[in-house]
């Protein structure tokens, strides 16, 4: 019996991912904010502004759509989506709560509370089932904090895996296996959350290794990774997060073990094309800002990894900050986002220098561009059919040409921005467009 209900929900969830990966644009089917191409923007509270929620906007014109938004909790940020784009997730820094939203149906599938906030959150399947990183989890009878937590929506209950002070969680393809990255620590933690035990399992403080859990060492302050088939590529943060080497590892899955170490400047984030890792960070030491006319005393780095090679190929200078984000567009230029970067100069009331923490790499030539704005760079949207890409930077959202590098201005973006009133906090685009 067991079995059978498991065959019919998968069967049903399956179904849901036909439709939201393309489906529901052959035959009839409309979703019912009666667009096709749906972005998200996630909106939190400013001092003159009292209500969050998840606004869409038409992805053709960059329009806000005339539409109700979603209800996401008062202060909605971060965001997820699951890779066949039938789920997205907003967690709400105001009550600990993650949304589930139905991209389909545009409706909710209900919220769970997390023991603590979280930057970090993955749904790797079609599946309402996500995992959260919570740092500051307390595990009743350990002094220890920290936790990676299953959300399951459709029981509308959390298991908690008790694993300390985790920042990051990332997840193979199909979810068998999590990869989970805690602040200054030399290890990275595996599990294996669908044999943990609820509520609480403390199996990575027990007894590791075990059926749920593997602790492996030898890295240095791991901090992300990029998972590609049987292999993951970790990026050790080094000296950026208080160790001693920045560098690439390379991660075999199936034997939990590291096969080949590439240095680099600096690694916080990077993104994966091909062959070829670009991998962004700061470097405490080699910070110089060379080649660039500014006013900021120190500057991130770039390097072009060939995997294949197992060397760095290229290097280029970008902004400072801790970089958080990336996103490669289809004519090849890749949007780099910091926080807690140098900003220099005033957006809004803009003499002289004006910079803040993106930056724009092109592939065809290696240049860098620093587009004029400011603030933290919270989330990043390419599309496939247009050269525009969605840049959430200091609470605004950005349009960016990206066939200029420069703002989009026309008649529906007279400003180069989408006019939400409130603080954008992310973006996602929930249709293949």
Known sequence: MK?????LVVGLWAGVNLLSCGGYTTKGYRPPSGLFNRVLASQGVTSTFSFGSLVMINGVNDTLARVSPLSA????????LSPTRNILAAFDASSDNVYAINTVRESGLGNVRLPGLTSSMVFPTALP????AIPTATISGFSFLGAVDVMNFSAGALTTIAVSNAQTVIANSNGTQLLVFSNDSDSVTVLSPSVAVPPVDTSCYTNPPN??????TGFDRPIYGIVSGNTAYILNCGPQCGGIQASVMVFDLPSLTITNTIPV???TMAILSGSTLYVAGTSPTNNACTGQTTAAATCGRLDIVDLGAGTVTGSAVITDGFHT??????????????HNCTNIGNVNNPTGEVRGCLSIFKTADNSVLIPPDNGNVNGLQGFISRNVE???????LRVYDTTTDILLINNFVPQGDINIVGYVGDVKAIDFF
Not at 3 to 7: N, T
Not at 73 to 80: C, F, I
Not at 390 to 396: D, K, L, P, Q, R
């Open 211 to 216: 059926a749920v859990c593997a602790i492996v």
């Open 390 to 396: 969605y840049v959430a930077e200091g609470g605004a």
């Open 265 to 267: 400047e600096a690694a």
């Open 325 to 338: 984000r990336m996103d490669m567009t289809t004519n090849g230029q890749i949007f780099i986002g910091s």
């Open 3 to 7: 079995r059978r209900i498991l065959v």
């Open 129 to 132: 089932i996500g995992y959260a």
């Open 73 to 80: 909790g008062s202060s909605p940020g971060l965001m997820v």
